[in-house]
């Protein structure tokens, strides 16, 4: 049997059981445990499931409530990750700022920084830092309006994203795991985030300690697209083991 046949019915064993261990699969297959091993990489390099100590389990990925539901959760993690942004970003820079809470968040800190150029889809944002005092430039980006985080998005907010290059892409996401990387539970919001982030000198993930070992549907990034990760708590297990292999810079 091809191994992508055998890794699809992997799959289908995993997603049915829950979960499945390498001797079982190996029996089933009458294949080395090695072989069966070598699928499971495979398959939890593409965020399919999840690779454990012998054997995978089907991944729960992780979802989003409405705007207003998540403006107020962990809010003294999105504090903590904004003070700690604020002390990195010099005046005069220019930076991308995608839409969510902890950007948001950041934007009231940010706001006090003199000279900033801005560009941005969240329209909470724009209005955020140019209602500061640090006399922020924005640059509002358009596109198709999605009326609950009042931002653009699709093909044209794309589009104008790669008229600028940025000093930094500042990117809040969903969930951040040690082999899927960094993702977000909105196909257009990840297609937003992938924009900024190729048009930009540093890449800088935000995500609070809640998001850590987790998963989403649509990838921004992988671990070794990202500069610095901000956070509220130092992450540790697999994924601290992960951002240190990718070079990624940990800031909390």
């Given at each position: 049997?091809k191994?992508?046949?055998?890794?699809?019915?992997?799959?289908?064993?995993v997603?049915?059981?829950?979960?499945?261990?390498?001797d079982?699969?190996?029996?089933r297959?009458?294949?080395?445990?090695?072989?069966?091993?070598?699928?499971l990489?495979?398959?939890?390099?593409?965020?399919?499931?999840y690779k454990?100590?012998?054997?995978?389990?089907?991944?729960?990925?992780?979802?989003?409530?409405?705007f207003?539901?998540?403006?107020?959760?962990?809010?003294?993690a999105?504090?903590?990750?904004?003070?700690t942004?604020?002390?990195?970003?010099?005046?005069?820079?220019?930076?991308?700022l995608?839409?969510?809470?902890?950007?948001?968040a950041?934007?009231e800190?940010?706001?006090?920084?003199?000279g900033?150029t801005?560009?941005?889809n969240?329209?909470?944002?724009?209005?955020?830092?140019?209602?500061?005092?640090?006399?922020?430039?924005?640059?509002?980006?358009?596109?198709?309006?999605?009326?609950?985080?009042?931002?653009?998005?699709?093909?044209?907010?794309i589009g104008?994203?790669?008229?600028?290059?940025?000093?930094?892409?500042i990117v809040?996401?969903?969930a951040?795991?040690?082999?899927a990387?960094?993702?977000?539970?909105d196909?257009?919001?990840?297609?937003?985030?992938?924009?900024?982030?190729?048009?930009?000198?540093?890449?800088?993930?935000?995500?609070?300690?809640e998001?850590?070992?987790?998963r989403?549907?649509?990838?921004?990034?992988?671990l070794a697209?990202?500069?610095?990760?901000?956070?509220?708590?130092?992450?540790?297990?697999?994924?601290?083991?992960?951002?240190?292999?990718?070079g990624?810079?940990?800031?909390?």
């Open positions: 049997m191994p992508r046949n055998r890794q699809a019915i992997i799959l289908e064993i997603a049915t059981d829950g979960e499945a261990s390498v079982a699969l190996a029996a297959f009458d294949v080395s445990a090695e072989t069966i091993r070598r699928d990489r495979d398959l939890a390099s593409t965020g399919a499931l454990v100590q012998g054997g995978a389990r089907r991944i729960r990925l992780s979802t989003e409530g409405s207003e539901e998540r403006r107020f959760e962990q809010a003294e999105k504090a903590a990750i904004a003070r942004l604020s002390d990195m970003i010099e005046p005069g820079e220019k930076i991308f995608d839409t969510g809470t902890t950007t948001l950041c934007a800190e940010l706001a006090q920084i003199d900033l801005v560009v941005t969240s329209f909470r944002i724009a209005n955020r830092m140019g209602s500061g005092p640090g006399k922020t430039r924005i640059h509002a980006i358009g596109g198709a309006w999605a009326a609950d985080n009042a931002e653009t998005v699709g093909p044209m907010a104008q994203i790669a008229a600028f290059q940025a000093d930094r892409a809040g996401v969903a951040l795991d040690a082999e990387g960094a993702m977000d539970a196909f257009d919001e990840a297609q937003v985030a992938q924009a900024m982030i190729g048009h930009a000198n540093q890449v800088i993930i935000l995500a609070h300690s998001k850590f070992d987790r989403a549907a649509f990838r921004v990034c992988r697209d990202i500069d610095v990760l901000v956070c509220d708590k130092q992450p540790d297990g697999d994924l601290a083991r992960a951002l240190e292999r990718a990624v810079e940990v800031r909390c």
